[in-house]
Every structure is written in C-alpha cells, then in structure tokens.
C-alpha cells in the first residue's frame, strides 16, 4: 500500500513536471517548426525597438493588429478579412483611394474619363512593381487581369458590383498605360437573372479597381481562390508591391512587417519600417499604448478605452465610420397607420433626444461622436445638416400632437402614462430590433421614457439580428418601428439607392416619393460628379423631409498614436482601407 | 395500534400500511437496531404504561422536521432565503425604482443615500438595487423551474431505469454516462448561444436538459435495491401494477435525496445561469439577470459597485441554500447519529 | 486490471462517436454555418453557392458527419468555416496555454487543499477548523467570474492609482514577449491562476476533512495508536495516505469543472487560452470549431475518468475490477 502510494506520487509529480515542460517544449517545438517555416517575422521583430523613443530613432512603427488576417487576397470571399485589407492598403494599390473625408484621389490612374459607352483609364507612367527587387511596369495589362479574375465564375469573389457591367470582350489596350473598357449593352437572360451580368453603365465608376489591381505577370499560374494565402507575392514566392511599402513577412499569430519600396511612384514615405503586431484583446492594447509597446492602434470602440482619451502623450482621435443606426418608419399596409401622416413623423423625431442617447452610449470613449443629420453623405463638405431641423424639441412634437390627437399629456412629462389617441387609433408603435445587442437594449429604453414622456407608447420587440429580424420582419414590412445599422461599403451614394427606390427589394419602409426617383434615375447616368452630387443633394433634402428613415448616428471610428507620430489622418473602416490609407505621410517627429 | 413507525432515530423504509399486509395485522419490525433501551415494538405500549410515560408516536418526517429545525446553520439560511426571495417574488413591491426607470442626469453614482440610490446607479441612471432585486427575481424563477423539472425529470429516468432493470436500465444509464462525458459548460454554452435567443425559460429549459443526471443515479440506485424487497414482492403477489409500486412505496424512499438534491440545484442553476448570462450566451437584456449585470461591471471597472453587489448577492444565495441542504441532509439522512445543533 | 481499462475504452469510443454525432447535428441545425460570409451583403449568392459547395456544406447533414470526421482524421479537426484556416495550430497552441493556468493552479490547490484538510482534521473544531470551513462555504458559494472579475478590477485599480504593476489583468504576455515560463507570463497568469484555485481548493480541503476524519476514527488507526506509535508517524504513515484515496479521484474528477471555469477566467483575463478559442468561435457561430473544442474536451473528460476509476483501484487495495 505505502509502496503502491509512492508509486503513484511520483508518477504524479513526473506528470506535472511532463505537462510543464510539455507547456514549454511544445512551445518551443512550435517555436522551432514555426521558425523553420516562416522565421522572418521573429527575426525582424528582434531587431525592432522596444521603446518608442528608440523606434522614432530608427523611423519603424508598430500598429496594433487586432485581427489575424486568413489570407492578403482580399478580394476573394474567405480571406476578405478587414485588418487584411488594412496591411494590404499601403502594399497593393488600386485606380483610386478615397481620403478620410470620402474624396476619391486617383492613385494608380493619372485620369479616369467615363460615360455612358465606356470606362477609361489613364496609368500613371511611373506606376511601378516592386517584384522581388525587379522593377516592372504597371500596365493595362493588369487591368484586365483583374477584371477576367472577378469575372471568372469560379473564382470565390467577395462582391464583384460593377465589374457585372463591363462587357470582357470588348476591351481597347493603347500601348501599355491606356485601357478602356465597354459597359454591357445586353446581357444573356440566364445570367441577367443569376446577376452574374448587368446592362448599362455603372457610375460609381471610382471604385472599380480599388483598392485591388493585381500584377498579371507576377501570378501567371497561380489560382485565384488559394492566391496570397500566406504572402503577398508573385509565382516564385517573392514579395511584391505597387504602394509606399512591400509586405517582406507575414507570421500567422504573430504579425506582418513592411518595409519601403523604392519603386512606388509618390513621395518617399517618412518611415522605414512599419511593423502590425498581433495584439487580439483590446485590454492588452490599451495596456501597451499606455506602457509604448505600440506606437498605434485601431482598436473597436468599447468602454474600456476611456482609460486613453485623456492620457498624456497620447492623440486620441474619434471620427464618423461608415456604419450609420437609423430608426425604419414603415409606411407600408402593415403598419400602425399614424406612421403614415407627416405629422406623427415630426413629432417622433422631434421628441427623442439624440443628443443625450450618444452621451450615455459614446461619452465616456467616443467623446466627439455627434448625431446624424445626413443621409445620402456622411461627411465631408458633400454632407449637408438636412435633418437638423428635427433635432430634439418636445415642446414641438407635443404642439403636433395636439393639433391632430386628444388624451395626451399637455407638457412633457417624466413616467407619463397618458397615451394620445388620433383619428381613433391609439399612438402605440411595436418597436423591433436586434436582441443581445446592449447600445440598442439601452436605446430602446431611452426612446421610450422620452416618447412616452410627450404621449406616444413604443413596445419593443427584439428579435436574433441575421435569422429572424434582418432576415424576415424587415422584407416582409411588418413592423411599425426598427432600428438597426446600415454598413456602407462606399462612399458613394449609389450604394443606398435601393433603400429610397420606389418597389425596390431594399426599400424596407415602403417609401415611395416619384420625385426622388426621378433624382435617382438621372443621377444614375450622369457622370459630371458636380452635378451629380448637387442630385443627391437634392434627394438628401427631400428625404428630410418625408422622413422615411430617422438618421441617429455613426458608429465612431477610434484611431490612437502616439502624440510624436505625424501625418496619422483618420480614415474609416467600413470604406475597408484603414487606418494605413496614408501610411506614406507618416513619420517621427524629431 | 398506530403503524407508523414508532422508532425515535432509525427510521429506514416506509412501512406499508395495514390494508396491504397478511391477516395478522402485526407491524413491521424496524429496519435497525436501536440502543436497546427501547424494547420491541410490540412490547412498547406496556413498557410505557408501565413506566408511567405517554407513547407519543411520531412519524419520520416530524423526526426530520424537528432535527431541521434544531439545525442552526440552516435555519440562517432559510431565514436568508425568505428574506431575498421574498424580495425578488415581491419586487413590484419592494424595489424602490422600476428597473428600467433610467436617469440619464445622474450616471454612474456610487452608493449614496440621494435619492434612495442605496446600491448606487448604472451607466445610464438606473437604480442598481431595484435591479437586483428584479435580476433576483429572474435567478429564483430560472433556479426553481431547473430544481422542479429536472427533479421530475430525474425521478422519472431513475425510477423506470431502476424499476425495470435489464435493457432499459443499460440504455438509460449509457444516455446519462452520455451526458456526463460531455463538457458541461461547453455544451451548456452553446445550447445557450444556438438555441437559448437570450430568453429566460428557453435557458431554463437548456439548464434543465442537463441537471437531471445527478437525481437521476441515485433514485436508481434506490429503486435498484428496493425492489428485491419483500413487500414489493407481497404488493405485486396482491395485485398492484408497477406505477402503483413504484409511487406507493419505492418512490417515498427516494424524496429524501430528491429533496435535498432539488435544493442544492437550485443554487447550482443560479450560478451556472449567471456564467451563462455574464459570458453574454445566457438570458439577455432587457431581462434583468444577476450574471448580466456582473458583466456590466466589468466594462467600468472604476465604478466597483456595479460588480461588487449582484455577485455578492449571488453568493449569498448560494451561501443560503447551501446551509439549508446541509441542514436538509441531515435531517433526512438515517445514518446520522446525532442531530448537529 | 488491463481488461477493465480495455473495456471502458472500449466502451467509450461509441460514447464518443454518439456524443460528437449529436453535437454535430445539433451544432449543424441550429447554428448559422458561413454566418460570417452571409451577413456580408456584399457578397454574391453565386459566391456563397461556390463557398459552400467547396465546403460540403450543400449536403444533408448526416453526410457531412462523415466528411467532418474524415476532416478530423486526414486534416486534424478540418477547417475553421469562418476564417477557412486549419483549426489543429490554433488547437496545441491554446491548449498549452490553458494546461500551464490548470496545471499550475491544480497543484496549488492540491497542495493547500490537502493541508489544510489534515490540519483541520486533526485540530477538529478548533479555531483554524472553524475558519477554514466557513472559508470552504465561500469558496463554493463564489461564482468563478465574480472572484475574477473582483480580482482583476482591484488590480487595475492600484495600477491606475499608483502606477504600480503587481499583476497583470490581461493577456498572457506583454506585446514583444513569448516566453511561456518568464516572471512577465507568471506576473499575467497569477491572477486567473488564483480565480481558479480558490474553488478548487475549497473542495479538496472539505474532502480532505471529511476522508480524514473517517480514516481517523477507524479501527487500523486506533490499533496503530494502541501499539503505541506517536501521533506523528500514525498520522502520517496510516491516516494521510488512506485519507488521500479519494481526494485524489475527486481531482481527477473535478477536470470538466476546471475545464468550465477556464472557459470563464480565461474570458475575463482574455488570455489566448482553449476556453477564450471556444468562446470566440460560438460569438462568430465558427461550427467546427466549436466541435473541435467539444470533441477535444469531451476524450479529455473521458479520460481522466478512466484516469480517476483506475486510480481509486490502483490506491484501494479493496477494490477488484473485473
């Protein structure tokens, strides 16, 4: 029994101490197999700087990397990931770039000219490759390179808008910077019908062939669906790029180092180095930037990151991302039938509180965050406050109400219970939205203490967002209320039309103005961007007026660097170049 | 003569009552020996009279009763447990505020005694003690409904497994080794997340799926044992069919266990609903729930009391039920050989 | 012995398979495979036709059990369907990390838990008996994420006050830093390792009591006392061995609770752990990982019951399997 007793304590022990040294040898044998396959990172991770200071010294940055990419090839369905498409951002360029105030800047075309036939672009004549050390040419050739890639049919493409409207037969090459392409002006039924091909021009031609151009000599060969799953590199495993830097390793789980290329075209970047470490949790970001372990970060807007907003030596910037929370105000048969009167609109609007619900919701870590008075552009100097006119006032809303409604409460009034009956029909409205989402749990209670304060009753419904809400309450247009979040991919705005478009699968709301549609229409051929931005004006103004949809806000973007990093301008996420968009401005101030 | 069993501490199996039992109508002797001081039951009625003592005859469950009673630790707890479930079955009374009676002027206070904030404010204004009191009505009602159904549940599964034997016995055992073998967090979790839609009785429901094991192994193991026994064997001889059996007369040798069980999963179904809720898979808001509102404290971590009371009140609960199924343990269990004041 | 532990195993490879089976179905239908890619409207239905066919997923679900379990053979649990990358790196990565906090707290709390429960026992009723049994309520009363979430508030609390680092409150390694047994990962895993001790540590310490107490008052004992042994050598020599038998299975046993609770401290510390992987892939509806961690979990829980049984068989020389 003794014996038997020792036996097994040694055995035990010789576990534990097994299991420990398992814990370090496995690690270090993944350190080893690691090492083996890809040791580039590691190594020039050793050589980087621990301190700022010594970093500044030695002009590398290191960007906080809160999601490891699958893959760079970006454009294909599995690996479009959007910290990929942040590493990829200062390596592979595109046509056009759009700066953080939703201009598009050409890049990699001197000019682009399009109209109603044809598409044409002009290459920069010093738009080069970087492959492997070898300079080559950007040429048209790469164009229709990539056009043929997200045409393929088996090809995993992620979205392929617009390039649908190019016909793949027609396509004029003048020498080797000059390529104009042909929109479609017919398409085969079955593939009309699949959507695999579309008629007639496409006018947000700008972003087409950004942010992705791909380098037809360098992938000769290779397979566009397994493409750049573990570099970015050309059929012989060199790196390659066309932007301000060249991505010369990438360690899964560890991160990506870039460092300049000589080749590219504009002015010499003010780094040398700029390094994306993995750092998955938010908390161990906000520890390293307060600690200067990273020079910046990115990170997705939560609570804990007022621990920086006010910290010394740190510039703590918030902007508009392109993700806007917006109340639908159904108008269709199915509805509560006041929400089809003007009236009972206005008064909606005008008795919540944006103000103080971005406050309680964003204060505390997104302090600049504003509401939303724009629907058709979110900013820059296209954006015009159209919806302003509808911030919070309840002692309007109450006069509205008033005017059409009896039984309310005659001012506004905290835990109000008297609800306003108009035309026989009681102001109560189910209000639907997305469960397990705390900002909307929040803001549902909010709307209601604030519209039942001036007589009108909201019952919320929250619904699981992608299978029963998003998926069957919203196209079906039974709802009276919802309120969810649009993610632009664009900062054109064409994206949205289907969303204001009389009958179209997107209008949701049931809104129908044949005004706005004529708007739509002629917007959708012009290709003069005055003119057409004064259109979309105009539909802005119109929209703010009908009040289909109620703008609340956009999500903030959160971009943190350190206070000695220059040229850091922040661009917005759901436009999916990011933070690096200018990574060429970028430099140590000394 | 009365038949209930007449023995002051060792009270095993229930006797059957006289309807079912030969012609002579004698008692069943008691299962166990006693101190000796006591003399066979048939003698007891002249040995009091002669020692000029009253025969009071008691059952076993005033015999539990009384040793529950006397049993210091859980009548704390049970004096705990009125006291904050009788908060949470009467919140619409007790709690100062509605829970979701926001204020967006007064944020993140602390405990203060303005306004009757005595457990302070969350991030929008909302009194923290009204919510608690309402997440201590959801966690009574989410750890009642998993108790009860899983209890039936068990009991059920146990019985037939136990009774029945063989076939049904091996299948019923391999589905409850099943259970077991899985990670119970794991698969709890993901019920939760897949199936659960953040509404409570879905998650009770989940949560009962799985608690019923435990009852489930001991109820066969008693019916296991008992149904070898003679008066099982003169019940089926007079003709009863088996549910009558197994509810007449193996099934009340079970509730001890079940009972004591039944209590103690109560407590293990709040704290498992508060991780489930505190990882963000279990009941969601706005549905107030103690694990919900703990995980509220942890995106201000300046503001200690948003986590500091939910959690506190989950361990008091647990503290709570856990004296009293001590105290019921004791109360019901025939091998103790003292009764722990 | 050998037969018995051959026919449990046996035993369990159907347990296994039935569980994963039922795991799979149950994962298939009621989760949102491609959730990720679906959600994404910009991506086209012609793409999610060729994304799903590459991944079998336009098959009934029966045969993709099968097409998951030759996955699980000839590629190591498969692909993750959210990110489309092999789910075994991410798999002995995190599990190592998760085995150093286990490890290490289990043997804390062995060891205190084992001490303290001889202690007790020996010094019954005693103040120090008396305090750690109150103390041994608390720690089965406390819920795992309440001490954590108290602990790591506490922690960032003195930092911001004092600047001062004594733990970390998250990850597992400061930015730059790998090493797995450096003073930077201790100082970031001594609060999770705490968070899961404490439980632990109640439990063994109640059953070391308990077991004590029976062995102390059995007959070997009073005849090893009656010989006129000393306390000490009865204590150490008779009591403790006997007395460990069963603590030593409940340890065993107590793995698919540790398991849990590494799924809760992990999630609060975030540390890149099996338990933050799990939780990470139910947020994202990443379904075979998710059957990757409960396919991994469900033979290390079936395991260490082997484990546990064979143990109490091997220590008692009372107990004959056959």
Known sequence: MHRRFWALAL????????????????????????????????????????????????????????????????????????????????????????????????????????????????????????????????????????????????????????????????????????????????????????????????????????????????????????????????????????????????????????????????????????????????????????????????????????????????????????????????????????????????????????????????????????????????????????????????????????????????????????????????????????????????????????????????????????????????????????????????????????????????DFTSYCNKTVDKLLASAGTDFNPTTRQATYQKIDQQLAVDLPIIPLYTYPSILVYKKAIQGMQHSNASLSIGPAWNAEDWSWSS | MSCTGSSIRAFGMTEPTPAHLGPSGTVAPVEQAVDGIIPAPDRLEEATAAAGLELQVRSQWSYARRRFLRHRLAMVGLFGLVVIFGAGIFANFVAPYSPNALDLTNILHGPTSIGHHWLGTDEIGRDYLSRIIWGVRTSLEVGVFVAVVSSIVGLAIGAVAGYYGGLIDNLLMRLTDLVLTLPALAILLTAAALLGQGNQWRVSFILAGFFWTGIARIVRGVFLSLREKEYVEAAKASGAGDIRIMFRHILPNTLGPVIVNGTIAVAVAIITEAALSFLGFGIKPPTPSLGSLTAGGQTNPQQWWLTLFPGLTIVLITLCVNFVGDGLRDALDPQQRRVRA | MLTYIARRILYSIPVLFLSTFLSFIFVSYAGNPLGALRANPRVSQHTLQLVAHHNHLDKPVVIRYFYWLQEVFTHKLGNSLLTFQPIWPDVTRTIGHTAQVIVISESLAILLGVAVGIFSAIKQYSVFDYTFTSLSFLGFAMPTFWLGLLLQILFVDIYLHWNVRIFYTSGLNSPGTTATWSIDRLQHIALPVVTLCVVSFALYSRYMRASMLDVINSDYVRTARAKGLPEWRVITRHVVRNALIPVVTVAALNLGGLLGGAIVTETIFSLDGFGYYFINSLQNSDLYAVMAYLVVTSIIIIVFNLVADVLYGFLDPRIRYD
């Open chain 1, 11 to 506: 055995v035990g022990a010789a576990v534990v101490a097994l299991a420990a040294s398992a814990t370090a040898t496995a690690r270090s044998a993944a350190q080893r197999t690691a090492a083996l396959k890809a040791a580039p990172f590691a190594e020039s991770w050793a050589k980087v700087p621990r301190t700022p200071a010594g970093r500044a010294a030695k002009s590398v940055l290191v960007f906080g990397d809160e999601q490891d990419p699958s893959g760079f090839n970006t454009l294909q369905a599995t690996q479009s990931s959007a910290w990929a498409q942040y590493e990829l951002s200062p390596v592979i360029r595109g046509a056009f770039i759009t700066d953080d105030q939703g201009n598009y800047i050409p890049d990699l075309v001197s000019s682009a000219v399009a109209n109603k036939t044809s598409l044409t672009y002009n290459i920069r004549p010093n738009a080069f490759w970087n492959w492997g050390g070898k300079k080559l040419p950007v040429t048209a050739q790469d164009f229709k390179y990539t056009l043929d890639q997200l045409l393929n049919p088996n090809n995993q493409v992620t979205s392929n808008t617009g390039y649908i409207n190019i016909d793949p037969s027609k396509t004029k090459i003048t020498g080797t910077k000059k390529i104009t392409f042909f929109w479609n002006t017919s398409c085969p039924a079955d593939k009309l019908a699949a959507g695999t091909c579309a008629v007639g021009p496409f006018v947000s031609y700008r972003d087409l062939f950004s942010p992705v151009v791909y380098p037809s000599a360098a992938l000769q060969g290779l397979d566009f669906n397994t493409l750049w799953g573990n570099c970015v590199c050309g059929s012989d495993g060199k790196p390659i790029s066309d932007g301000p830097f060249i991505l010369t390793n990438w360690t899964k789980g560890s991160g990506t180092t870039e460092v300049v290329n000589p080749f590219w075209y504009g002015k010499k970047p003010g780094l040398k180095e700029l390094d994306w470490k993995f750092t998955p949790d938010t908390n161990t970001e906000i520890q390293a930037m307060r600690g200067g372990e990273l020079d910046a970060i990115y990170p997705s807007p939560q609570t804990a990151l007022s621990q920086l907003v006010n910290q010394p030596g740190l510039v703590y910037n918030t902007n508009r991302a392109f993700i806007m929370e917006h109340i639908d105000v159904q108008q269709g048969p199915d509805s509560n039938p006041l929400l089809h009167q003007l009236w009972m609109r206005q008064a909606i609007f005008l008795g919540i509180n944006r103000v103080a619900l971005i406050k309680a919701l964003f204060s505390s870590y997104a302090p600049g965050t504003k509401p939303l008075n724009s629907l058709e552009y979110i900013l820059g100097p296209a954006a015009k406050p159209d919806f302003a006119k509808w911030s919070s006032a309840p002692g309007k809303a109450l006069a509205l109400l008033k005017a059409h409604c009896t039984g309310g409460p005659s001012k506004p009034t905290r835990g109000n219970t008297a609800i306003w009956t108009c035309n026989g029909t009681k102001a109560e409205f189910k209000y639907y939205t997305t469960t397990g989402n705390a900002r909307r749990a929040t803001s549902t209670l909010i709307w209601q203490q604030q519209l039942g304060a001036i007589g009108i009753q909201i019952d919320p419904v929250f619904q699981p967002g992608p299978t029963v809400l998003f998926a069957q309450t919203l196209p079906s247009h039974k709802y009276d209320l919802a309120e969810y979040a649009y993610v632009f991919g664009t900062a054109d705005p064409s994206g949205n039309d289907s969303v204001y478009k009389c009958g179209s699968p997107g």
